[in-house]
DNA sequence: TATAAATCGGATGTTCTTATCCTATTTAAA
DNA sequence: TTTAAATAGGATAAGAACATCCGATTTATA
């Protein structure tokens, strides 16, 4: 459903919110250590996420990155996957065809349509902190 | 959502019904013609599709394509996806854990469950046969 | 029976995603 | 002010997906 690197960026946000919210600031080892996932390539996807302003980065020694407490509650799964995926999953047509839409519909738009807009609807109301609350809870988990 | 190959495969597998329904045999290069995809490639997916008996393939002269006009109402989109992507689209986890269910939830599970359900659900129930009518009709298309 | 049209399938090439490596830069703290 | 710990980011490598090439095989038909 999500590239690799939408997977890490999700779990690696998620992780960062929940360290945040015990005011801890996560490094870089940590995050990639607690989501298993390769450091080096981890390293990109942050500093996307850092770019778009979904997390930030704190340089140094001591540095780490951290989600704004402040904007768990607006920043949207929806966001973290545009960022790295692109819109094209809940936008795009089932069949990859550009001309696409219910004036000239491909074979399975109708059907497509309906899913899509369940999925859009979903990721733009699931907040990073819903995704924290879980796993703050330990009912949650990012590992394997 | 969908891998390029699969997407070539439902839109081949359409067309291919629709030509079968006027008992029209067509050959790998009207199926890469009609539904705008590369010839060679495409003739790799059409063989996949053979194999898993989702379509019918004649050699020789005058040979080409068919599908068992008694199995249209009987295959689904779900039968060529599971050929060509395999199952993990409607199956696996929404962030790539193997570990994932309900008794040990990523954080996106319960959010998934249901999208994949549905996503499951709509694949199950189309049939080649609602593929093609709206292609018969031209009231869907397979181009750009 | 020879020919031409078609699929089959192995080998190879290209592009994109995923992953690694290494150096530069930043910054807290000794 | 030096050191060490950390992120930034360019370069490169490995792997998978996408695509092409070409010879082998099959088969209808002239």
Chains 1, 2 share one sequence.
Do not use: W
């Not at 995050?31 to 996932?37: E, F, H």
């Not at 995926?85 to 936008?91: F, H, P, Q």
Request: charged share 25%; with cysteine; proline share 2%.
């Amino acid at each position: 459903m999500f590239s690799k690197s939408c997977e890490y960026g999700i779990k690696a946000t998620a992780f960062i919110a929940v360290e945040g919210a015990k005011n801890n600031r996560v490094s870089l080892k940590a995050i990639a250590k607690a989501i298993d996932s390769p450091v080096a390539f981890t390293a990109k996807i942050l500093q996307l996420l850092a770019r778009t302003g979904i997390i930030t980065s704190v340089q140094g020694a001591a540095g780490g990155f951290e989600v704004d407490q402040s904007k768990i509650d607006s920043i949207t799964l929806s966001q973290i996957v545009a960022a790295i995926d692109g819109e094209n999953i809940y936008k795009g047509c089932g069949l990859g065809l550009k001309a696409c839409n219910a004036n000239k519909p491909c074979p399975v738009h109708d059907k497509f349509v309906i899913i899509r807009e369940e999925l859009k609807a979903m990721l733009e109301s699931t907040t990073v902190k819903d995704l924290a609350l879980g796993l703050k809870d330990g009912l949650t988990y990012l590992k394997r």
